[in-house]
């Protein structure tokens, strides 16, 4: 944590700023898991209730009487820790001096407000953007032991879900059984788990319905898990019984595009570049009309971080990041196939988390 933190320090001079306010400012004190990642990072502390001023030669944690305790026992001792008699904005807002940086992606304009009214004379407000983020985007190695560890957790709970069949159940007892599961082994879902059957299975962000799962049907999970503050991502498709000739042509599209792009994946290539890997094989294959979202995404401590693989994405991929390859194909009103693997970003490729065959498994 302390070379976290010096790392950050480190940003801000280069940004020629004297602090940094990292933390929720649009509901603080009510903060929830993606607002409150930045602080995670830094400190370990994964509360709702939390302020970080991080500045040249000081380092204040503010939290309320909710999580003080828990703040003594994990945030490092570089962070004087302060109890927030009032509100969070009320109790650092005083403590501001010099030009001091605020998120103005995760500042309300009532923070905003309060924070200028309650500073002192000589404190600057500078708007910057993403400035932790950048510095969290390569993970380290016990970062990518934690990713593993969750990807590997949730590859086992999926295999486990396949033993029990599909055919007569619905979507939505299916996407209960599954994340049910992640709680008996210690996790929880890292997003609101994706069950799409049949004509469902060609709306990449199905909810899961009552609809029951038949023979003939294609059948997407789109799954991960939360794991000691880490997430995984992965989708797969199955054919509940034997698929159908287009069915079976399209997933195999879906895959040599899927692995296509994989093979794209190394540091110092553009997530552009990458996405245009598996999307030329895909219009190739006629339906380039039918993949409408970008290629993937940055995972981590939040389930979508940056970096971005997409035909607009300007990032470049550098070692240690930790993205998803994840083409899809969706055939309105009749089917879909989406392949979803996470890798870690090397130097001259890509370290693959997902441990789950790709080939199309016939389940009952």
Known sequence: MSTRLDRLRAALAERELDALIVGDLVRPGDSGPDAGANVRWLTGFDGTSSLILAATDRALFVTDFRYTERAERVVPGEFERVLAEKGLIDTLAPRLSGRVGFDEAATSVRSHRKLAESAPDDAELVPVSGVVEALRRTKDEAEQKAMAAAAKLADDLLAWLIEQGFAGRSELEIAVALEGRMREHGAEPSFPTIVASGENSALPHHSPSERIVAPGDLLTIDWGVVLDGYCSDGTRTFSVGAPSE???????????????????????????????????????????????????HGVGLEIHEAPRLST????????????????????????????????????????NLSSLGKELIEVE
Not at 261 to 267: E, I, Q, S, W
């Open 312 to 351: 607009r994405s300007e990032d470049e991929l550098i070692p240690g990041d930790v993205v998803t390859v994840e083409p899809g194909v969706y055939v309105p009103g009749r089917f879909g196939v989406r392949i979803e693997d996470i890798v870690i970003v090397t130097d001259d490729g890509y370290r």
């Open 246 to 296: 287009d069915q079976r042509e399209i997933y195999e599209l879906v895959l040599r595009a899927q692995e296509a792009g994989l093979g794209a994946v190394r540091a110092g290539v553009s997530g552009r570049e990458v996405d245009a890997v598996s999307r030329r094989i895909i219009e190739a294959g006629g339906h380039g009309e039918h993949f409408g979202h970008g290629l993937g």
